[in-house]
């Protein structure tokens, strides 16, 4: 839509923005069985290469079939690298200091 606009961006400039604007991003998909799962949860992490970085956080891991339905679990897969606004919204402290 940014491309619609008489703004003269590069597309690098725009997937920049995009990236800086979109802190987690939640994967769904329609599996085999006809239902839909979250299947990751990631955060972005810049741009490299032109191409906007994730950074997985959770993964769904399929463990099977059971009565026709895939069965799976959450599986940690990394850990959330930016938390700048969750300290500044009081919701997070930062590493090494006491609480208040």
């Given at each position: 839509?940014?491309?619609?606009?008489?703004?003269?961006?590069?597309?690098?400039?725009?997937?920049?923005?995009?990236?800086?604007?979109?802190?987690?991003?939640?994967h769904l998909s329609r599996l085999?069985?006809?239902?839909?799962?979250?299947?990751?949860?990631?955060?972005?992490?810049?741009?490299?290469?032109?191409?906007?970085?994730?950074?997985?956080?959770?993964?769904?891991?399929?463990?099977?079939?059971?009565?026709?339905?895939?069965?799976?679990?959450?599986?940690?897969?990394?850990?959330?690298?930016?938390?700048?606004?969750?300290?500044?919204?009081?919701?997070?402290?930062?590493?090494?200091?006491?609480?208040?």
């Amino acid at each position: 839509m940014v491309q619609f606009g008489n703004l003269p961006l590069s597309p690098e400039a725009v997937r920049s923005q995009i990236a800086s604007a979109i802190d987690i991003v939640v994967h769904l998909s329609r599996l085999r069985d006809r239902t839909r799962r979250v299947m990751e949860i990631a955060e972005t992490d810049g741009v490299s290469d032109g191409q906007v970085r994730l950074h997985t956080l959770y993964a769904f891991r399929e463990e099977g079939e059971e009565d026709g339905r895939i069965q799976g679990s959450w599986e940690k897969v990394g850990e959330l690298l930016n938390t700048e606004k969750l300290i500044a919204a009081g919701i997070r402290r930062e590493k090494g200091r006491p609480p208040p």
